[in-house]
């Protein structure tokens, strides 16, 4: 058994208090746990990582030999919990969510061996006495996948949702649609996930700078398809399993801009350059749909799938990076925008974002975009994404949005670690421990309830394989896991090796 000094500093990320005494609890063959039906996912996560060496079954009557009591107390923060190990283990939690990381917790008192398949013996499963008070510094913790520009399967995606619960993350953001691929099904437009989900390769080496003849075949590439989409029924699993673990998956379609895939798929919604397929080079597409009552009735389309699917999830709109430069080379489109008194590409996304929001809002969820929407005024309502400028987190808060922080110096995790001749392609280096760490600072220094929290970002246009993705996630991603939920300074990579073994045990290629 280590020392509860070492037991304390594997804990990730940092509980607010941790007492660890003398003595300790040996969890039991059969584990009876008591308490209400809303925490009976927390419970089932406890379950399924014990299930090699344990059953956990549910007392059915009062005289029962109880080893677990959980209890919801909504006194405490809404994530919090407080955890009392003695003669039984006690959580007492500020919701369902707060129990679920007070499980996360006591399992990280145990063997790493405990994320693994198994076998675990009984006798190395002891829990220490003491007492651990913990809640998060912020609420929005999340990880951000691109699965567009390299479809990640569903297998994949479940994988990462535990890894992320482990880490008490508890915001998936999928960026289901780009330039280079459309991963979600909408009735009544079928050809988004045929024609708009494949591509017939992807560009050699570094991305090529912007194509500059309007036309889509600029980029040499390798010649080999790629591509996928999700069934509903996927994204639906996907969402329930994030939902049992205590996380809410936050879905992107991308929209005006980043849409080379749709216009692919049904040229009609685009702005006349000929497209075929789905962009096979990376970078800022100048292509994209068109401002007609087609292509808005094609996005409300699109938005009303996706809240379909995610019933629970606010929904993230995308308005990154539109030129915006064609829409005034189309004429029905430069048409209405004359008519709209509309003179530059700025302003006619920000008409363009006000219809989109306004149908996402009337459906009563939260509506989210990145902050290229403050360029020429984003209706108030929408919470900003912020990957450019860290400076813009303050302004959009100072202006009434609500704030997610994804700095791209601090964030992107598709930035490599290293230079030099051995390091991968990446499309940008080094993103080191250090840069990381950089965050804490970045979100100290804005002094405002609309900051939520933050989030990393593993875009996939370098990182073409789950194994790619969890060398860039982890452990960067942890550290700035453990930054959100304590709101301190990161700690050195030196004190998150108990993290890493978790994830050994879990089989995640975590960079070494
Ligand atoms: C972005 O990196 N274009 C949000």
């Not at 437009?189 to 075949?217: E, F, I, K, S, Y």
């Not at 450019?388 to 009434?400: L, S």
């Not at 939520?452 to 593993?458: S, W």
Request: some cysteine; hydrophobic content about 40%; charged content about 20%.
């Amino acid at each position: 058994m280590p020392t509860n000094d070492t037991l304390i500093r594997g804990l990730c990320p940092q509980p607010r208090q941790v007492q660890l005494t003398e003595g300790q609890f040996p969890l039991p063959s059969v584990l009876t746990w008591t308490g209400p039906d809303e925490v009976i996912n927390a419970v089932t996560i406890l379950t399924e990582r014990l299930a090699p060496a344990l059953d956990v079954v549910r007392a059915t009557s009062h005289t029962d030999d109880v080893s677990l009591t959980v209890i919801v107390d909504p006194a405490l923060e809404a994530e919090g919990y407080r955890i009392d190990i003695d003669a039984q283990v006690r959580i007492t939690a500020g919701s369902p969510s707060g129990a679920r990381w007070a499980v996360q917790t006591l399992l990280q008192l145990l063997t790493p061996w405990v994320y693994g398949p198994g076998p675990l013996a009984l006798k190395h499963l002891c829990l220490p006495k003491g007492v651990i008070v913990d809640a998060p510094h912020h609420s929005w913790r999340g990880a951000h996948l691109d699965v567009s520009r390299h479809f990640m399967p569903t297998s994949f995606i479940m994988n990462f949702l535990d890894v992320l619960a482990v880490h008490k993350l508890n915001r998936l953001h999928l960026h289901l649609t780009d330039d280079q691929g459309w991963r979600l099904p909408v009735p009544g437009w079928p050809r988004l996930t045929t024609v708009g989900a494949w591509r017939p390769g992807t560009v050699r080496g570094h991305q090529p700078p912007p194509d500059d003849n309007g036309c889509d075949d600029v980029a040499e590439h390798d010649h080999i398809p790629h591509g996928g989409a999700y069934t509903v029924d996927q994204l639906r699993a996907i969402d329930e399993r994030a939902q049992l673990l205590g996380i809410t998956v936050v879905p992107e379609v991308d929209l005006p801009g980043h849409t080379e895939s749709v216009v692919a798929a049904y040229p009609e919604l685009g702005c006349g350059a000929p497209i075929s397929h789905p962009r096979t080079a990376f970078g800022v597409s100048e292509h994209h749909i068109n401002l007609t009552d087609a292509a808005l009735g094609f996005c409300r389309d699109v938005l009303d799938a996706v809240m379909e699917i995610f019933p629970n999830s606010p929904i993230h709109i995308g308005g990154d990076e539109c030129p915006g430069k064609e829409w005034f080379g189309h004429k029905p489109t430069r048409t209405r925008l004359a008519e709209l008194g509309i003179t530059t590409p700025h302003q006619a996304q920000a008409w363009f974002e006000r219809q989109i929001c306004g149908h996402v809002v009337a459906a009563g969820r939260q509506v989210i975009a990145w902050d290229e929407v403050l360029e020429a005024g984003a209706p108030e309502e929408v919470t900003v994404m912020v990957w450019r400028d860290a400076d813009d987190i303050a302004r959009a808060a100072a202006a009434g949005h609500d704030v997610i922080a994804a700095p791209a110096r601090h964030t992107y995790l598709d930035h490599g670690m290293e230079t030099g001749p051995q390091a991968p392609v990446t499309i940008d280096a080094p993103m080191t421990m250090n840069d990381v760490a950089g965050l804490h600072d970045v979100l100290a220094a804005v002094n405002s309830p609309h900051l939520l929290g933050g989030q990393f970002q593993l875009w996939t246009e370098y990182l073409c394989t789950p194994a790619q993705v969890e060398d860039a996630a982890f452990p960067r991603g942890t550290s700035i896991a453990e930054q959100l939920w304590t709101g301190n300074p990161a700690r050195p990579l030196s004190e998150l090796e108990a993290q890493t073994r978790r994830l050994t045990a879990m089989g995640v290629n975590w960079h070494r």
